[in-house]
């Protein structure tokens, strides 16, 4: 039996011991309950949303909706929930508090002490109310907790901050003996200040309702993923969510590399819930037109992209936003799924069609659960903090990138495209949600990349990685600073021993330059370092410590492959660095545009295959598996998917899911 066989004996033998059934995922949407709609409106939503093979939806309770003459009146909400229940679907109902001139995002905060009476007060009626109701599924806590790091400047946070300050004395030197002249004091109120209230709302919730589930759907997940300590949210949520609105929330990346940004957000979410279940709570389903960054109508491929991503990714579920137009206000007439006369559109028979190849094999997905990638893309929070503190004004020219607020982001998802569309799916999350306790790190690898801001508490952490047979690739401006953003290559760089070198100097050359990376010539943005390796200059260096090794490229070589144009050369680097184990199902060769996510399911394996190219392309499936049937298959009009063996030809914009045996 050769390697790659036992490799496969092995794993195979890991998915088929021990796994627990789990829920089908789902496929659901919003409905928008406002005044004005008819009792025909309502039960004809509900009855198409049947119809299309949806189990739950989303309600977004509003307070402003349920004030009667005579105290509550949740008449309004009373006949969508009963509708629900007829049909089968189930309600994950949004608390959403009244607050002035924040009827689309909502609320996040109470403003004062007055208001949070009022809040607790409809909280508590509201919860009062449903949580005997058959059609509830779950509570949302809030809509999308996270301010982008901008403290709200109301009585109720500035008493809180003002508390918090007395508790956390700043620490006046670093232990060199430099003063400490950042803080991060509002970055690291926040993180907890937001948790603290979650918390305090989930308490409040649980007091009256102690069956049905608790949720939070976060946004803006590259912008605001500094304020979730995900971790300790898991002991008061029972599930996870995402709201991913390309047209929102992805304005780091252009319309092509959005299926990228969707698979590296659910993997950001799947990362923080650890051992919940996750979902995507919100998911762009049509038509902007004012009310988003980048205004745009999605294709029904593009939706196919999106949900079977994130179910490929291991999501429980997939919340479209919205089923029907909401009539008034600032996103009227917008986003739905169907079209404005209430009727089937392109995007939702995908929305069905996706349905129904889930529920038509409940045998596979019962049990399916996410390949765990050998390779981990990790970001560190402190970075964002550091990246927001150092902007000088509004700096938009393209030459310095990698210095604008997103730089720290985009590093990272530059090489996760780079070893996604080489069919090797990376994890993606924070460095302390990462289990740093493996006594045997053999066959793992860790990429930080762009992560100018990494705290002193990992470097014991990252040692002990290595040591214990890791393997770890360190790119860009990474380790620049510590947390009090100190000059950490100045002071002596405490991991010189693990990394072989420290860094000599720092070039910094606005736009992009090609070097010699270690034999290799690269597109290089902004940044070229030289390390320094025992008196030897060098652009690269590879060292061996413990039982693993170091790679370290201390040029921002991402960033410049993905401007360039240059990801296969940068995915051939990754590659040839971290040298991981040969997966059951990779591709055989590097292709721009496309993705892979693979599901494990007892000795079955489900590949997610999808081409967000503009290009159609011939794909040859790396593997020992045999292929067995396609379990769904979507393609522009006219265009279909073929395969041929282990090949498969899609379309661009094509999706095809198939079994492997």
């Given at each position: 039996m050769n390697a790659k066989r036992i490799f496969l004996s092995i794993l195979l033998g890991m998915v088929s011991i021990g796994m627990e059934a789990r829920d089908i995922p789902f496929i659901g949407a919003q409905i928008f309950i406002e005044p004005g709609q008819t009792d025909s409106d309502v039960s004809g939503w509900f009855r198409t949303m049947k119809d299309c093979g949806m189990k739950a939806c989303r309600i977004r309770m509003f307070e402003s909706y349920c004030h009667g003459k005579d105290g509550w009146d949740f008449s309004l909400f009373d006949r969508a929930f009963d509708y629900a229940h007829e049909n089968g679907i189930g309600v994950f109902a949004t608390i959403f508090p009244d607050m002035e001139g924040n009827g689309i995002g909502g609320f996040k905060f109470p403003v004062d002490a007055a208001h949070e009476k009022t809040v607790n007060a409809f909280t508590d009626a509201l919860v009062a109310h449903f949580k005997d109701h058959p059609a509830l599924k779950a509570w949302v806590l809030i809509n999308e907790p996270g301010v982008e790091g901008v403290l709200p400047d109301e009585p109720f946070t500035n008493a809180r901050f003002e508390e918090w300050k007395k508790s956390h004395p700043h620490k006046t030197f670093t232990p060199e003996g430099y003063p400490v002249l950042v803080h991060f004091d509002t970055e690291r109120f926040l993180l907890e200040y937001n948790t603290d209230y979650l918390a305090s709302v989930a308490r409040r919730v649980r007091a009256i309702d102690p069956a049905h589930q608790i949720h939070v759907n976060n946004h803006q997940i590259f912008r605001n993923a500094a304020e979730y300590d995900f971790p300790a949210w898991r002991e008061f949520l029972s599930s996870l969510g995402a709201s991913a609105h390309p047209s929102w929330h992805f304005g780091y990346f252009p319309r092509e590399r959005y299926n990228l940004a969707m698979a590296a957000n659910c993997d950001i979410i799947r990362s923080g819930a650890g051992p919940i279940p996750w979902l995507i709570t919100e998911l762009q389903a049509g038509n902007n037109t004012y009310s988003a960054f980048n205004a745009f109508c999605p294709t029904p491929e593009e939706l196919a992209q999106w949900m079977w991503t994130g179910i490929g990714e291991g999501a429980g579920g997939v919340i479209f936003w919205t089923l029907n137009p909401r009539g008034v206000g600032g996103e009227a007439g917008e986003w739905a799924l169907l079209n404005m006369q209430g009727g089937v559109s392109a995007r939702s028979e995908v929305a069905r069609k996706t349905a129904l190849a889930i529920s038509s094999n409940a045998d596979i997905f019962a049990n399916a659960m996410p390949l765990e990638s050998p390779v981990s893309i990790l970001y560190a929070r402190e970075s964002l903090w550091a990246e927001k503190q150092v902007q000088l004004g509004d700096l938009t020219d393209s030459d310095y990138e990698g210095r604008h607020e997103g730089g720290v982001?985009?590093?990272?998802?530059?090489?996760?495209?780079?070893?996604?569309?080489?069919?090797?799916?990376?994890?993606?999350?924070?460095?302390?949600?990462?289990?740093?306790?493996?006594?045997?790190?053999?066959?793992?690898?860790?990429?930080?990349?762009?992560?100018?801001?990494?705290?002193?508490?990992?470097?014991?952490?990252?040692?002990?990685?290595?040591?214990?047979?890791?393997?770890?690739?360190?790119?860009?401006?990474?380790?620049?600073?510590?947390?009090?953003?100190?000059?950490?290559f100045g002071h002596g760089f405490p991991l010189s021993d693990v990394f072989g070198a420290t860094l000599e100097e720092v070039f910094c050359s606005p736009g992009d330059q090609k070097i010699d990376v270690g034999g290799r010539k690269m597109w290089v943005h902004l940044w070229e370092g030289i390390l320094n390796a025992d008196g030897r200059k060098t652009r690269r260096a590879d060292h061996a410590y413990g039982r693993g090794r170091v790679v370290w490229i201390p040029s921002m070589i991402g960033l410049g492959a993905v401007r360039k144009g240059a990801v296969k050369k940068l995915s051939a680097i990754i590659r040839d660095a971290i040298r991981v184990e040969e997966q059951p199902l990779s591709f055989s060769r590097y292709g721009k545009g496309l993705s892979l996510q693979v599901l494990c399911s007892g000795k079955t394996f489900v590949s997610v295959v999808s081409n967000s190219g503009h290009q159609g392309k011939v794909v040859r499936i790396k593997t020992g598996l045999r292929r067995g049937k396609t379990i769904f298959s979507q393609a522009p009009d006219g265009k279909r998917c073929r395969h041929f063996g282990k090949y498969v030809f899609l379309p661009a914009g094509a999706t095809v899911v198939d079994c492997w045996e």
């Open positions: 982001m985009k590093s990272a998802v530059a090489m996760y495209q780079a070893l996604m569309e080489h069919g090797l799916k990376p994890q993606f999350g924070e460095m302390g949600e990462y289990d740093w306790t493996r006594e045997d790190n053999s066959g793992k690898a860790v990429i930080i990349s762009g992560q100018v801001c990494i705290p002193r508490h990992y470097y014991a952490s990252l040692r002990s990685f290595v040591e214990k047979g890791g393997t770890l690739l360190v790119e860009g401006l990474s380790f620049f600073y510590d947390e009090y953003m100190s000059d950490v």
